[in-house]
Protein backbone atom coordinates (compact mmCIF):
# COMPACT_ATOMS: atom_id res chain seq x y z
CA UNK A 1 0.00 0.00 0.00
CA UNK A 2 1.14 3.77 -1.03
CA UNK A 3 1.83 5.78 2.34
CA UNK A 4 3.33 9.43 1.79
CA UNK A 5 4.98 11.01 4.99
CA UNK A 6 5.81 14.51 4.04
CA UNK A 7 7.13 15.85 0.68
CA UNK A 8 7.41 13.51 -2.82
CA UNK A 9 10.81 13.44 -3.63
CA UNK A 10 10.32 14.54 -7.33
CA UNK A 11 9.81 17.67 -7.42
CA UNK A 12 7.76 17.53 -10.66
CA UNK A 13 5.08 15.51 -8.90
CA UNK A 14 5.42 17.58 -5.84
CA UNK A 15 3.84 20.62 -8.20
CA UNK A 16 1.48 18.54 -9.08
CA UNK A 17 0.24 17.59 -6.34
CA UNK A 18 -0.03 21.02 -5.20
CA UNK A 19 -1.31 22.26 -7.97
CA UNK A 20 -4.38 19.63 -7.79
CA UNK A 21 -5.01 20.28 -4.07
CA UNK A 22 -5.05 23.94 -4.66
CA UNK A 23 -7.58 23.91 -8.02
CA UNK A 24 -9.87 21.44 -5.72
CA UNK A 25 -10.11 23.88 -2.76
CA UNK A 26 -11.18 26.95 -4.44
CA UNK A 27 -14.84 26.28 -4.18
CA UNK A 28 -14.00 26.00 -0.19
CA UNK A 29 -11.95 29.06 -0.10
CA UNK A 30 -14.72 31.12 -1.61
CA UNK A 31 -17.53 29.50 0.70
CA UNK A 32 -15.24 30.21 3.54
CA UNK A 33 -14.73 33.78 2.94
CA UNK A 34 -18.25 34.36 1.94
CA UNK A 35 -19.70 32.86 5.30
CA UNK A 36 -17.00 35.05 7.37
CA UNK A 37 -18.18 38.06 5.28
CA UNK A 38 -21.84 37.50 6.63
CA UNK A 39 -20.49 36.77 10.12
CA UNK A 40 -18.48 39.97 10.06
CA UNK A 41 -21.15 42.02 8.68
CA UNK A 42 -23.63 40.30 11.39
CA UNK A 43 -21.27 41.13 14.50
CA UNK A 44 -20.48 44.92 12.67
CA UNK A 45 -24.14 45.63 13.21
CA UNK A 46 -24.93 44.11 16.30
CA UNK A 47 -21.84 44.58 18.64
CA UNK A 48 -20.90 48.14 18.27
CA UNK A 49 -24.66 48.90 19.84
CA UNK A 50 -23.00 47.45 22.99
CA UNK A 51 -19.49 49.55 22.55
CA UNK A 52 -18.45 52.37 23.77
CA UNK A 53 -17.92 55.41 21.06
CA UNK A 54 -14.04 54.82 21.12
CA UNK A 55 -14.26 51.31 20.36
CA UNK A 56 -17.22 51.66 17.75
CA UNK A 57 -14.45 53.87 15.60
CA UNK A 58 -12.00 51.23 16.54
CA UNK A 59 -13.78 48.01 15.53
CA UNK A 60 -15.05 49.90 12.34
CA UNK A 61 -11.75 50.95 11.71
CA UNK A 62 -10.68 46.84 11.99
CA UNK A 63 -13.59 45.23 10.48
CA UNK A 64 -13.50 47.45 6.65
CA UNK A 65 -10.00 46.28 5.79
CA UNK A 66 -11.11 42.77 6.73
CA UNK A 67 -14.15 42.74 5.16
CA UNK A 68 -11.87 44.17 1.92
CA UNK A 69 -9.21 41.70 2.58
CA UNK A 70 -12.06 38.63 2.79
CA UNK A 71 -13.48 40.19 -0.90
CA UNK A 72 -10.13 40.54 -2.07
CA UNK A 73 -9.08 36.78 -1.35
CA UNK A 74 -12.56 35.39 -2.99
CA UNK A 75 -11.80 37.45 -6.16
CA UNK A 76 -8.13 36.56 -6.45
CA UNK A 77 -9.27 32.86 -6.28
CA UNK A 78 -10.98 34.15 -9.82
CA UNK A 79 -7.44 34.52 -11.19
CA UNK A 80 -6.09 32.09 -13.54
CA UNK A 81 -3.31 31.47 -12.45
CA UNK A 82 -4.23 31.27 -8.81
CA UNK A 83 -3.83 28.09 -8.20
CA UNK A 84 -0.18 28.50 -9.52
CA UNK A 85 0.22 31.09 -6.69
CA UNK A 86 -0.04 29.74 -2.96
CA UNK A 87 1.81 32.83 -1.34
CA UNK A 88 -1.87 34.01 -1.80
CA UNK A 89 -3.02 31.98 0.86
CA UNK A 90 -0.61 32.66 3.25
CA UNK A 91 -0.73 36.40 2.72
CA UNK A 92 -4.05 36.80 3.03
CA UNK A 93 -5.13 34.40 5.77
CA UNK A 94 -2.10 36.48 7.87
CA UNK A 95 -3.54 39.57 7.55
CA UNK A 96 -7.25 37.89 8.23
CA UNK A 97 -5.81 36.21 10.76
CA UNK A 98 -3.87 39.95 12.38
CA UNK A 99 -7.25 41.85 11.64
CA UNK A 100 -9.24 39.26 13.46
CA UNK A 101 -6.82 39.39 16.50
CA UNK A 102 -7.48 43.27 16.63
CA UNK A 103 -10.63 42.87 16.51
CA UNK A 104 -10.53 39.75 19.23
CA UNK A 105 -8.53 42.63 21.46
CA UNK A 106 -11.64 45.19 20.86
CA UNK A 107 -13.81 42.49 21.77
CA UNK A 108 -11.66 41.29 25.09
CA UNK A 109 -11.77 45.30 26.43
CA UNK A 110 -15.61 45.58 25.94
CA UNK A 111 -16.13 41.94 27.74
CA UNK A 112 -14.24 43.06 30.83
CA UNK A 113 -16.94 46.02 31.21
CA UNK A 114 -19.14 42.91 31.84
CA UNK A 115 -19.51 40.34 35.19
CA UNK A 116 -17.60 37.55 34.75
CA UNK A 117 -14.53 36.08 33.40
CA UNK A 118 -12.80 38.46 30.95
CA UNK A 119 -12.58 35.53 28.47
CA UNK A 120 -15.83 34.08 29.04
CA UNK A 121 -17.31 35.11 25.52
CA UNK A 122 -15.41 36.24 22.67
CA UNK A 123 -17.69 37.42 19.51
CA UNK A 124 -15.16 36.56 17.04
CA UNK A 125 -12.53 33.03 17.79
CA UNK A 126 -9.15 33.38 15.64
CA UNK A 127 -9.76 29.27 16.37
CA UNK A 128 -11.49 29.62 13.40
CA UNK A 129 -9.11 31.55 11.09
CA UNK A 130 -6.29 28.90 12.48
CA UNK A 131 -8.31 25.90 11.42
CA UNK A 132 -9.29 27.43 8.07
CA UNK A 133 -5.77 28.04 7.64
CA UNK A 134 -4.84 24.06 8.38
CA UNK A 135 -7.09 22.97 5.72
CA UNK A 136 -5.85 25.19 3.00
CA UNK A 137 -1.71 25.03 3.73
CA UNK A 138 -2.00 21.38 4.27
CA UNK A 139 0.04 20.55 1.28
CA UNK A 140 2.51 22.91 2.35
CA UNK A 141 3.74 22.07 5.92
CA UNK A 142 6.14 24.22 6.52
CA UNK A 143 4.37 27.75 5.23
CA UNK A 144 1.43 26.14 7.99
CA UNK A 145 4.29 26.63 10.71
CA UNK A 146 5.47 29.84 9.62
CA UNK A 147 2.14 31.16 9.33
CA UNK A 148 1.40 29.81 13.04
CA UNK A 149 4.15 31.18 14.62
CA UNK A 150 3.75 35.02 12.51
CA UNK A 151 -0.04 34.55 14.20
CA UNK A 152 1.20 33.41 17.58
CA UNK A 153 3.42 36.25 18.11
CA UNK A 154 0.71 39.01 17.10
CA UNK A 155 -1.64 36.84 19.19
CA UNK A 156 1.27 36.96 22.39
CA UNK A 157 2.37 41.06 21.79
CA UNK A 158 -1.78 42.17 21.39
CA UNK A 159 -2.54 39.91 24.88
CA UNK A 160 0.46 41.10 26.52
CA UNK A 161 -0.52 44.70 25.66
CA UNK A 162 -3.66 43.88 26.87
CA UNK A 163 -3.89 42.02 29.73
CA UNK A 164 -2.24 42.20 33.18
CA UNK A 165 -3.44 39.53 35.18
CA UNK A 166 -1.39 36.45 35.38
CA UNK A 167 -4.09 34.02 35.53
CA UNK A 168 -6.11 35.24 32.68
CA UNK A 169 -2.83 35.46 30.87
CA UNK A 170 -1.92 31.68 31.22
CA UNK A 171 -5.48 31.08 30.66
CA UNK A 172 -5.56 32.26 26.90
CA UNK A 173 -1.78 31.15 26.17
CA UNK A 174 -2.90 27.81 26.90
CA UNK A 175 -6.03 28.06 25.03
CA UNK A 176 -4.13 29.72 21.80
CA UNK A 177 -1.32 26.62 22.23
CA UNK A 178 -4.16 23.86 22.51
CA UNK A 179 -5.97 25.38 18.95
CA UNK A 180 -2.38 25.42 17.53
CA UNK A 181 -1.42 22.04 18.08
CA UNK A 182 -4.61 20.98 16.76
CA UNK A 183 -4.55 22.98 13.91
CA UNK A 184 -0.83 21.84 13.53
CA UNK A 185 -1.71 17.67 13.71
CA UNK A 186 -4.85 18.69 11.14
CA UNK A 187 -2.23 20.18 8.74
CA UNK A 188 -0.05 17.34 9.19
CA UNK A 189 -2.54 14.59 8.99
CA UNK A 190 -4.52 16.29 6.30
CA UNK A 191 -1.12 16.76 4.27
CA UNK A 192 -0.25 13.18 4.50
CA UNK A 193 -3.55 11.71 3.64
CA UNK A 194 -3.77 13.81 0.76
CA UNK A 195 -0.32 13.06 -0.52
CA UNK A 196 -1.20 9.66 0.02
CA UNK A 197 -4.30 9.90 -2.36
CA UNK A 198 -2.83 11.88 -4.69
CA UNK A 199 0.03 8.91 -5.34
CA UNK A 200 -2.94 6.16 -5.31
CA UNK A 201 -4.66 8.04 -8.07
CA UNK A 202 -1.12 8.85 -9.61
CA UNK A 203 -0.64 4.99 -9.28
CA UNK A 204 -4.26 4.18 -10.56
CA UNK A 205 -4.11 6.04 -13.75
CA UNK A 206 -0.58 5.08 -14.77
CA UNK A 207 -2.29 1.42 -14.38
CA UNK A 208 -5.15 2.14 -16.27
CA UNK A 209 -3.06 4.36 -19.33
CA UNK A 210 -0.91 0.92 -19.29
CA UNK A 211 -4.16 -1.65 -19.55
CA UNK A 212 -5.51 0.80 -21.95
CA UNK A 213 -2.44 0.70 -24.37
CA UNK A 214 -2.19 -3.09 -23.78
CA UNK A 215 -6.23 -2.80 -25.05
CA UNK A 216 -5.18 -0.71 -28.17
CA UNK A 217 -2.66 -2.80 -29.12
CA UNK A 218 -4.69 -6.01 -29.31
CA UNK A 219 -8.09 -4.08 -30.64
CA UNK A 220 -8.26 -1.41 -33.13
CA UNK A 221 -8.94 2.33 -30.75
CA UNK A 222 -12.79 2.09 -32.04
CA UNK A 223 -13.73 -1.30 -30.95
CA UNK A 224 -11.87 -0.92 -28.12
CA UNK A 225 -14.04 2.05 -26.84
CA UNK A 226 -17.38 0.61 -28.01
CA UNK A 227 -16.06 -2.74 -25.80
CA UNK A 228 -15.76 -0.77 -22.52
CA UNK A 229 -19.12 0.87 -23.53
CA UNK A 230 -20.64 -2.22 -23.23
CA UNK A 231 -21.21 -2.31 -27.09
CA UNK A 232 -21.18 -5.49 -29.39
CA UNK A 233 -18.49 -4.80 -32.19
CA UNK A 234 -19.62 -5.06 -35.38
CA UNK A 235 -19.12 -3.92 -38.73
CA UNK A 236 -19.39 -4.60 -41.82
CA UNK A 237 -16.63 -3.13 -44.66
CA UNK A 238 -17.73 -3.38 -48.61
CA UNK A 239 -14.66 -3.19 -50.24
CA UNK A 240 -11.75 -4.53 -48.37
CA UNK A 241 -8.17 -6.19 -49.51
CA UNK A 242 -7.08 -9.09 -48.19
CA UNK A 243 -3.58 -9.91 -47.94
CA UNK A 244 -2.40 -13.18 -47.05
CA UNK A 245 1.46 -13.96 -46.75
CA UNK A 246 2.74 -17.35 -46.24
CA UNK A 247 6.25 -19.26 -45.85
CA UNK A 248 7.25 -21.03 -48.70
CA UNK A 249 7.84 -25.25 -47.60
CA UNK A 250 7.49 -24.04 -43.61
CA UNK A 251 7.15 -28.10 -42.72
CA UNK A 252 10.17 -28.84 -44.56
CA UNK A 253 12.36 -25.72 -42.93
CA UNK A 254 10.86 -26.66 -39.26
CA UNK A 255 12.03 -30.05 -39.66
CA UNK A 256 16.04 -29.18 -40.05
CA UNK A 257 16.09 -26.11 -37.99
CA UNK A 258 15.93 -25.78 -34.09
CA UNK A 259 13.37 -24.35 -32.59
CA UNK A 260 14.81 -21.27 -31.22
CA UNK A 261 15.97 -20.60 -34.80
CA UNK A 262 12.37 -20.76 -36.63
CA UNK A 263 10.77 -18.61 -33.83
CA UNK A 264 13.75 -16.15 -34.69
CA UNK A 265 12.72 -16.58 -38.31
CA UNK A 266 9.23 -15.75 -37.62
CA UNK A 267 9.86 -13.05 -35.33
CA UNK A 268 11.75 -11.40 -38.18
CA UNK A 269 9.60 -11.79 -41.01
CA UNK A 270 6.68 -10.72 -38.98
CA UNK A 271 8.40 -7.63 -37.41
CA UNK A 272 9.41 -6.86 -41.37
CA UNK A 273 5.49 -7.24 -41.96
CA UNK A 274 4.50 -4.96 -39.35
CA UNK A 275 6.71 -2.40 -40.05
CA UNK A 276 5.39 -2.26 -43.95
CA UNK A 277 1.90 -2.49 -42.25
CA UNK A 278 2.68 0.65 -40.00
CA UNK A 279 3.75 2.36 -42.96
CA UNK A 280 1.45 1.40 -45.88
CA UNK A 281 -1.69 2.15 -43.57
CA UNK A 282 -2.55 -1.62 -44.08
CA UNK A 283 -4.21 -3.26 -40.43
CA UNK A 284 -2.29 -6.43 -39.60
CA UNK A 285 -5.26 -8.87 -38.38
CA UNK A 286 -3.12 -12.00 -36.82
CA UNK A 287 -0.94 -14.41 -37.85
CA UNK A 288 -1.80 -18.13 -38.04
CA UNK A 289 1.49 -20.13 -37.92
CA UNK A 290 3.55 -19.22 -40.20
CA UNK A 291 0.80 -17.18 -42.19
CA UNK A 292 0.61 -13.33 -41.52
CA UNK A 293 -2.91 -12.07 -42.58
CA UNK A 294 -3.31 -8.31 -42.90
CA UNK A 295 -5.91 -6.18 -44.30
CA UNK A 296 -6.61 -2.24 -45.98
CA UNK A 297 -9.82 -0.55 -45.74
CA UNK A 298 -11.28 -2.24 -42.60
CA UNK A 299 -10.47 -0.60 -39.23
CA UNK A 300 -7.46 1.77 -40.93
CA UNK A 301 -9.22 3.69 -43.62
CA UNK A 302 -7.75 4.05 -47.08
CA UNK A 303 -7.91 6.01 -49.62
CA UNK A 304 -8.05 2.72 -52.29
CA UNK A 305 -7.44 -0.62 -50.42
CA UNK A 306 -6.42 -2.35 -53.35
CA UNK A 307 -3.48 0.37 -53.82
CA UNK A 308 -2.19 0.21 -50.33
CA UNK A 309 -2.20 -3.67 -50.22
CA UNK A 310 -0.23 -4.05 -53.47
CA UNK A 311 1.83 -1.01 -51.99
CA UNK A 312 2.20 -3.28 -48.77
CA UNK A 313 3.05 -6.70 -50.33
CA UNK A 314 5.68 -5.29 -52.66
CA UNK A 315 7.44 -3.77 -49.37
CA UNK A 316 7.43 -7.20 -47.87
CA UNK A 317 8.68 -8.88 -50.62
CA UNK A 318 11.53 -6.12 -51.09
CA UNK A 319 12.57 -7.03 -47.14
CA UNK A 320 13.06 -10.17 -47.22
CA UNK A 321 16.76 -10.11 -48.55
CA UNK A 322 17.25 -8.61 -45.12
CA UNK A 323 15.56 -11.38 -43.59
CA UNK A 324 17.58 -13.90 -45.34
CA UNK A 325 20.50 -12.23 -43.96
CA UNK A 326 18.80 -12.15 -40.01
CA UNK A 327 18.12 -15.97 -40.29
CA UNK A 328 20.95 -17.04 -42.50
CA UNK A 329 17.90 -19.14 -43.65
CA UNK A 330 16.40 -19.28 -47.60
CA UNK A 331 13.48 -18.59 -46.28
CA UNK A 332 10.65 -17.17 -49.44
CA UNK A 333 6.86 -16.16 -48.88
CA UNK A 334 4.01 -16.06 -51.33
CA UNK A 335 1.49 -13.07 -50.97
CA UNK A 336 -2.34 -13.62 -51.96
CA UNK A 337 -4.79 -10.66 -52.47
CA UNK A 338 -7.97 -10.05 -52.90
CA UNK A 339 -10.73 -7.44 -52.52
CA UNK A 340 -14.46 -7.81 -51.54
CA UNK A 341 -16.80 -7.25 -48.64
CA UNK A 342 -15.87 -8.35 -45.38
CA UNK A 343 -17.77 -8.97 -41.73
CA UNK A 344 -15.23 -7.64 -38.82
CA UNK A 345 -16.11 -7.60 -34.71
CA UNK A 346 -14.77 -8.97 -31.48
CA UNK A 347 -16.27 -12.17 -30.56
CA UNK A 348 -16.09 -14.23 -26.97
CA UNK A 349 -15.05 -13.30 -23.31
CA UNK A 350 -11.72 -13.97 -22.88
CA UNK A 351 -8.29 -13.59 -25.37
CA UNK A 352 -10.83 -11.07 -27.24
CA UNK A 353 -9.24 -10.05 -30.88
CA UNK A 354 -10.81 -7.96 -33.66
CA UNK A 355 -11.11 -10.53 -36.30
CA UNK A 356 -12.93 -10.57 -40.14
CA UNK A 357 -14.48 -13.01 -41.51
CA UNK A 358 -16.57 -13.99 -45.05
CA UNK A 359 -15.64 -14.88 -48.26
CA UNK A 360 -12.87 -12.35 -49.28
CA UNK A 361 -10.83 -14.06 -46.80
CA UNK A 362 -10.43 -17.22 -47.84
CA UNK A 363 -9.92 -16.56 -51.50
CA UNK A 364 -7.21 -14.53 -50.57
CA UNK A 365 -5.75 -17.74 -49.05
CA UNK A 366 -6.13 -19.67 -52.01
CA UNK A 367 -5.01 -17.11 -54.34
CA UNK A 368 -1.85 -17.13 -51.55
CA UNK A 369 -1.28 -20.59 -52.31
CA UNK A 370 -0.53 -19.84 -56.64
CA UNK A 371 1.92 -16.98 -55.75
CA UNK A 372 5.97 -17.64 -56.97
CA UNK A 373 8.22 -17.91 -54.47
CA UNK A 374 8.64 -14.02 -53.16
CA UNK A 375 5.74 -13.18 -55.56
CA UNK A 376 2.23 -11.94 -55.23
CA UNK A 377 -0.89 -12.85 -56.78
CA UNK A 378 -4.00 -10.88 -56.91
CA UNK A 379 -7.80 -11.75 -57.64
CA UNK A 380 -9.17 -9.76 -60.40
CA UNK A 381 -11.06 -7.61 -58.31
CA UNK A 382 -7.66 -6.48 -57.07
CA UNK A 383 -6.26 -6.32 -60.30
CA UNK A 384 -9.24 -3.88 -61.50
CA UNK A 385 -8.47 -1.22 -58.60
CA UNK A 386 -4.82 -1.48 -58.90
CA UNK A 387 -3.32 -1.46 -62.32
CA UNK A 388 -3.84 2.22 -62.51
CA UNK A 389 -0.49 2.08 -60.54
CA UNK A 390 0.67 -1.20 -60.63
CA UNK A 391 1.98 -3.42 -63.51
CA UNK A 392 0.80 -6.81 -64.24
CA UNK A 393 0.99 -9.88 -65.93
CA UNK A 394 -1.50 -11.25 -68.30
CA UNK A 395 -4.32 -13.04 -66.81
CA UNK A 396 -3.96 -16.80 -65.87
CA UNK A 397 -6.73 -19.24 -65.32
CA UNK A 398 -6.21 -21.56 -62.52
CA UNK A 399 -8.60 -23.86 -60.29
CA UNK A 400 -8.79 -23.68 -56.81
CA UNK A 401 -10.22 -25.25 -54.49
CA UNK A 402 -13.90 -24.57 -53.28
CA UNK A 403 -14.36 -21.42 -55.71
CA UNK A 404 -13.60 -23.00 -59.05
CA UNK A 405 -11.60 -21.38 -62.22
CA UNK A 406 -10.72 -17.99 -61.53
CA UNK A 407 -8.59 -15.46 -63.41
CA UNK A 408 -5.66 -14.44 -61.26
CA UNK A 409 -2.52 -11.72 -62.09
CA UNK A 410 1.06 -11.78 -60.74
CA UNK A 411 2.46 -8.49 -59.58
CA UNK A 412 5.75 -7.52 -61.59
CA UNK A 413 7.58 -6.63 -59.03
CA UNK A 414 10.35 -4.96 -61.19
CA UNK A 415 7.78 -1.72 -61.97
Known sequence: MVVVRGRFPNPEMERDFSLTERQSQIPMVRWYASLTIAVMLLYGLIDPLFFSADDQVR???????????????IGLTYWENYADQPLIDFICLMAIGLLVLGENSIL????????GARHASVAINTSL??????????????????WLALHALGFATILFLTEDVLPDLVFASLSFLTGAVIALFITWSLGNAHRTAFALRG??????????????????????????????????YSDACVVFIDVVDFSKLAARVSPGHLIEMLNALFNLADRCAHEHGVEKVKTIGDAYLAIAGGNVSAVNSADAAIDFARAVIMGMEGVREITGLPIKVRIGIHSGPVVGGVIGATRMAYDYWGETMNMASRIEGQAEHDGVAVSESTYLRARDKAVFGAPEQVLLKGVGETSIYRLNLTN
Open 129 to 146: VTAFAAIVLADRLRWFVM
Open 203 to 236: ALETERAKTEELLYNVLPEAAARRLKDGQIVADA
Open 108 to 115: WDEAATFE
Open 59 to 73: FTILLLPTLGMLGAY
